[in-house]
């Protein structure tokens, strides 16, 4: 198993430009999300989902768009950069199920700049 | 609105050292889950230990112990005898149960360095 994929690793982008960060999981989990970690701040979940078709914010969702067409894939869209999303990014997925919530594991992480 | 709360955020201590890392949560919520991460300087995020709210037994994994006590709503984390490897940011997260929806809080991370 892969596990959790994230591309690129790292990107630069200018302000007013749009991107899509990938994540995707071969574990067949129903339950995916997206954080930024910012220095001092912690991670900070910015979108999540429960299943395909299925998505909800989370405490920092404003300039970001998400969709799950798949249970595999969670891409995350910046639709206008700003200097202000300069972060790392973090996908993660869990198995979840009525009643519980089980630990998330976590991509490698996307460096992103906005210039 | 749930929260967590590692007031340490810095903690410096010399090999072989035991330390603590405390977690401190906040929830409307009887029922509810408790993490701990580790995030070594290479950067990647690795689960250390998941905690139901109905379960407040310690656990101790080799040199790694939790004592969760709901009275004092903590859940802190203590290294034995540390090593350099350890050195790195742990951060204590708190999921509530909301519906079919879980959402995860970390908290801000304390990092930890240990030196030889």
């Known amino acids: 198993n892969a596990g959790v994929t994230q591309t690129p690793k790292f990107q630069v982008l200018k302000t007013g430009q749009s991107m899509t960060l990938q994540c995707a999981q071969d574990?067949?989990?129903?339950?995916m999300s997206w954080y930024r970690q910012d220095p001092g701040m912690g991670l900070r979940l910015i979108h999540y989902?429960?299943?395909?078709?299925?998505?909800d914010q989370g405490e920092v969702p404003n300039g970001y768009n998400v969709s799950r067409s798949t249970t595999e894939d969670f891409p995350l869209r910046l639709l206008s950069a700003a200097p202000s999303q300069t972060s790392v990014y973090f996908c993660a997925s869990s198995y979840s199920a009525a009643g519980g919530f089980y630990e998330q594991y976590f991509g490698p992480g996307t460096r992103l700049t906005v210039t | 609105a749930q929260k967590v709360t590692q007031a340490q955020t810095e903690i410096s201590v010399v090999e072989k050292e035991d330390v603590t890392l405390d977690c401190v949560y906040e929830t409307r919520d009887t029922t509810y889950y408790l993490f701990w991460y580790k995030q070594p300087p290479s950067g990647e995020l690795v689960f250390l230990i998941r905690?139901?709210?109905?379960?407040?037994q310690n656990e101790i994994s080799g040199r790694y112990s939790w004592n969760f006590q709901k009275s004092t709503s903590s859940f802190n984390f203590t290294i034995t005898a540390s090593q350099v490897v350890d050195s790195a940011v742990y951060f204590c997260?708190?999921?509530?149960?909301?519906?079919?929806?879980?959402?995860?809080?970390f908290g801000k991370g304390t990092l930890l360095t240990v030196n030889p």
């Open positions: 989902s429960v299943g395909a078709g299925i998505t």
């Open positions: 574990m067949n989990h129903e339950y």
């Open positions: 905690r139901n709210s109905f379960d407040e």
């Open positions: 997260a708190l999921s509530e149960a909301t519906g079919s929806n879980y959402k995860l809080t």
